[in-house]
């Protein structure tokens, strides 16, 4: 199966103004890249413009999953073809139950759904989405409410943001069993780096001044950040 993503030569603007231009991207079915990038740098709205969210306008290249040019594609349409997001600040939702949400999505009882027990969200089934959640109740509701998509391609902006360790090993376990089993094509954005202990990613690169740098071993690269901060980035083109 075909889970592979394309990015060609892309640009997208956000209210007149040119967040990202001429990138290109590609992930293989099965591959994890990890993206890093200082804030502001527009790794958020590449996720987005993937996503086909509106205000975020492609004005040139094209995005490629699973084999098809899907620029012209709604959100919801994405969503069906096997996009899955999971963002930095899920929105809280009162009156609708994470049960009922699970359900809504997989069509069956949510006590059927495996990833219940594995991220421990059994006791958060009943409570209004999200209200009142601790940051790694939130990022656990949110993670179950992707996989349960049965994405081919998993999007991660930054899963370890407001997580303690435990819960980010526990959501890493997660993530990589399910990347290795289904074959998944996953992007994830990190500031911490704490999710390269957890999975299996084979490449990670640097977005900046609207561009791709520094495309290596995600190790390699997060150390190489650590030590000289994101100015060593300017100067590396290498892929």
Do not use: W
């Not at 890093?36 to 709205?45: A, D, M, R, V």
């Not at 590449?46 to 012209?72: P, Q, S, W």
């Not at 601790?134 to 998509?149: A, D, F, I, N, P």
């Not at 996953?186 to 202990?197: K, M, P």
Request: hydrophobic fraction near 40%; proline fraction near 3%.
């Amino acid at each position: 199966m075909d889970n592979s993503l394309k990015i060609e030569n892309l640009t997208v603007e956000v209210g007149g103004r040119v967040i990202l231009e001429n990138l290109n991207l590609e992930i293989s079915s099965g591959s994890t890249l990890v993206l890093f990038g200082p804030n502001g740098s527009g790794k958020s709205t590449l996720i987005k413009a993937i996503m086909g969210f509106e205000n975020y306008a492609i004005t040139r290249g094209k995005i490629v999953f699973g084999g098809e040019v899907i620029n012209g594609l709604s959100t919801d349409e994405r969503a069906k073809k096997g996009i899955g997001v999971l963002f930095q600040n899920p929105p809280k939702i009162r009156g609708i139950k994470l049960r009922q949400m699970v359900e809504l999505v997989t069509r069956r009882p949510a006590q059927e759904d495996i990833f219940v027990d594995k991220l421990n969200v059994g006791e958060l089934m009943d409570r209004d989405l999200n209200v009142n959640f601790s940051g790694g109740e939130m990022k656990r509701s949110e993670l179950l409410q992707v996989l349960s998509q049965k994405p081919k391609l998993l999007l991660l902006d930054e899963p370890e943001s407001g997580v303690d360790i435990e819960n980010i090993a526990m959501m890493g376990r997660v993530l990589n069993a399910f990347i290795r089993e289904h074959a998944v094509a996953s992007l994830i954005i990190t500031h911490t780096g704490y999710v390269l202990d957890y999975v299996d990613a084979q490449h990670a690169c640097v977005l900046m001044d609207r561009d791709i740098r520094c495309y290596d071993d995600p190790r390699k690269v997060f150390e190489d950040i650590r030590q000289f901060g994101y100015e060593k980035c300017r100067t590396c083109r290498g892929q």
